[in-house]
């Protein structure tokens, strides 16, 4: 397995292996693009290419604001939440690899039990509190619970970046007479730079991904997001199922999600295992 | 006043800062640093005590309260009823049983084909590019759009896959749907898993594999005695990660089953109490219950099986 001069026979087999596995990975999307470009008489043909191509469901979604402006939801609430929730845990993550003071292990096990907690434990009393304080349905009624579910990815992912930083640097600026804080804004953010990146990445992806708080906490289009607002889409009949107009607006919030993937893919591999792995 | 209790009070405060002293010698630069850390965090630990914190503790209240929203003017402090309730009914233990089934296949099967997964991008000769960057597709996708295009796959007469099943309605019957919702799980969480098992691989040194080749180890041999006991801890971190978030599932099954016939988890029972239902003090308890699973199952993994909690080797760098 781990022989180090090939035969041709060897990199046949990878050869095939590797197309399994993109295979795998990619006909179930490629699947769903098709639906998306079907006529409504071509989706009860369950054959992979369409029979009959059409750009008809994406007209249809994209001239309805019952998906654009969940869309502009969910672009506006996701960016706000990753900008909160980076910023909080850079300074938290910062603090936890440089300073030292008090109560650190206990912050570091709050996140934890924070990353580790079912949504769904906390759909029933925030719902609730949400009502009470006027949030419910709005887009700060989002943004606070992804900024609390964004800070322990965030503070795990960013304080294993801080710990990468050549903190001499800090020291440096120190001894030059700089003060704590002037050599984090001047000296430091702007090595943690790249760190941040990452991090915000996995952030708007996490909140990009919701679904749950998505439907539990918003009941019109003024703050439902793009996922939990195909669950409210009409076919274009009352008796036609929407298939798709569904399969067209899946394929529209996950096609830029995939090439911004694919183009950040070597931050995001650094920033999932970063906190994983004990190095 | 008099002066000597003037001088005993200054006495005392010396007494004070000095022992004060004696315990924390803090330095004028350690206590701006440590007020600096206390700032820094301030916001973090707020949001995160007003949302979770905070809820978890209201939750436990209101576990003990009859609260039908149907039924505002009858709110009441009912002990443990609730939890009784809860537990004696059926409706708890399917969703439990369908929980634990979907966690337990999903996590050891997506287990091992994410360490295939990682092998593959470990070792292959050429396109491993390419295969990292597909394998990162199930990834990035939104669950549910995922979920739409499993379940239209399933459909009688739309769907390719049951048309390969003959024309098979799996979604309609409770051992097939729930095999349905694992495979699309594993399909979602298998490169998650791969990419950490693969940042475990590489932490394997090639030495040593090398060496036990020379001494005549094959390949197997070498993969469970070389390579996994090296990679454990990073196995373990995976797992618990993958096993706590399986047990969460909810968008999944809301997409493809809705919890019909039988398939629902424990999440999509407290979410239909919640907005089905209107009751917040079953919704609350269910909420809890799932809050105890969860707790006793990183509990197992933490102390049972070693894992290194997350976070823990803070400094160690």
Known sequence: MAAITTTPRQKAGWGVTNFVVIALALIPVLWMVSLSFKTPAAVLDPSFIPSQWTWGNYDQI??????????????????????????????????????????????????????????????????????????????????????????????????????????????????????PFQAFVKVIAPLAAPGMVTTAILVFLACWNDFLFAISFTSTISSRTAPAAMEYFSGSSQFTVPTGPIAAAASFITIPIIVFVLFFQRRIVAGLTSGAVKG | MSTSTQVAAGAEAAKQTTGRRKKAP????????????????????????????????????????????????????????????????????????????????????????????????????????????????????????????????????????????????????????????????????????????????????????????????????????????????????????????????????FILTDGANNTGSVSILGYDNLFNALNLGIGSTISILIFICVAIIAFIFIRGFGTAAPGTNTGTR
């Open chain 1, 62 to 179: 994209l001239s309805t604001s019952q998906f654009v402006r969940p869309l502009i939801n969910s672009i506006g609430i996701g960016i706000i939440a990753t900008l909160v929730a980076v910023v909080f845990a850079s300074m938290a993550a910062y603090a936890i690899a440089r300073l030292r003071f008090p109560g650190k292990s206990v912050l570091i096990g709050m996140a934890l039990l924070i990353a580790m907690f079912p949504q769904i434990a906390l759909v029933t009393p925030m719902f609730n509190i949400e009502r009470s304080l006027g949030l419910f349905n709005t887009w700060p009624g989002l943004i606070i619970p992804y900024v609390a579910f964004g800070l322990p990815l965030g503070i795990y992912t960013l304080s294993a970046f801080f710990r990468e930083i050549p903190w001499e640097l800090e020291k440096a600026a120190k001894v030059d007479g700089a003060t």
């Open chain 2, 26 to 253: 803090l330095s004028e630069g350690a206590r701006a640093e440590r007020r600096l850390g206390f700032l820094l965090c301030a916001p973090a630990v707020i949001v995160m005590l007003a949302v979770a914190g905070y809820p978890l503790v209201y939750a436990i209240f209101l576990s003990f309260e009859r609260y039908n929203l149907e039924l505002p003017q009858d709110i009441k402090f009912v002990g443990f009823s609730n939890y009784a309730a809860v537990l004696s009914s059926p409706y708890w233990w399917q969703a439990l049983k369908v929980t634990v089934i979907i966690t337990v296949f999903s996590v050891s099967i997506s287990l091992v084909l994410g360490m295939l997964l990682a092998m593959v991008m470990h070792r292959t000769i050429f396109g491993r590019g390419i295969v990292r960057t597909a394998a990162l597709v199930p990834y990035g996708i939104v669950t549910v759009a995922a979920a739409y295009g499993w379940e239209y796959a399933w459909t009688p007469s739309q769907g390719y896959l049951s048309a390969a099943f003959n024309n098979s309605a799996p979604l309609t019957n409770e051992v097939q749907a729930i095999i349905v919702i694992i495979i699309a799980e594993i399909w979602k969480t298998t490169p998650f898993m791969g990419l950490l098992l693969l940042a475990g691989l590489s932490l394997v040194p090639d030495d040593l594999q090398r060496a036990a080749m020379v001494d005549g180890a094959t390949g197997w041999q070498r993969f469970t005695k070389i390579t996994l006991p090296l990679m454990k801890p990073a196995i373990l971190v995976a797992l618990l990660f993958r096993t706590l978030d399986s047990f969460r599932i909810f968008d999944n099954i």
